[in-house]
């Protein structure tokens, strides 16, 4: 099935944003690792391998309907943070983000008719609630443990058993 040039266009650009989150994530993981935080690095390096992969379903997709990749520009994301929490909280701003631009990718489908995106999107939505759920819960861990240095060394080192990229989803 053909994609349309509307659909192609709105492909690339998500496309585009999982490139940025794994740009962004990786920033986040170098910073992490050298605060001296490297289960929390670890955890963020599968989390930007896993929206490398989410890309790459996007770039297959475009692909296999027809259509042509076009890959968007990045801006470069800050190199410092203020603390693990603070890391975290704008992971999930922007895991917030991803889900509300999915959204629109959904809308913009059911608009075009375009039916053979539904399965794509579908598995989106699903991975976003997991992915918010994820992260919205080491949010809650880390504001707990904010006062607790023996408490925040071991979040660190349960993070850092994430085994591998998409381990968490
Ligand atoms: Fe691919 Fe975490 O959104």
Request: proline share 8%; charged share 10%.
């Given at each position: 099935m053909q994609i349309e040039a509307a659909m192609e266009t709105a492909f690339n650009e998500q496309m585009t944003r999982e490139f940025a989150s794994a740009y962004v994530y990786t920033a986040m993981a170098g910073w992490l690792h050298a605060e001296g935080f490297p289960g929390a690095g670890s955890w963020m390096e599968a989390q930007a391998a896993e929206e490398h992969a989410h890309a790459m379903r996007f770039f297959r997709f475009v692909l296999d309907r027809g259509g042509r990749v076009?890959?968007?520009q990045i801006a470069a994301p800050p190199a410092t943070y203020e603390s693990i929490l603070d890391v975290f909280e704008r992971a999930l701003e922007h895991e917030r983000a991803i889900s509300a631009a999915i959204k629109e990718l959904y809308a913009l489908a059911m608009e075009h008719s375009d039916y053979a995106s539904?399965?794509?999107?579908?598995?989106?939505?699903?991975?976003?609630?997991?992915e918010e759920a994820t992260v919205s819960q080491i949010v809650d861990d880390l504001r707990r443990?904010?006062?607790?240095?023996?408490?925040?060394l071991l979040l660190d080192r349960e993070l850092g058993a994430r085994s591998s990229p998409g381990a968490t989803g």
């Open positions: 076009a890959l968007g539904v399965p794509l999107l579908d598995w989106f939505v699903n991975e976003q609630v997991e443990a904010a006062t607790h240095p023996q408490t925040l």
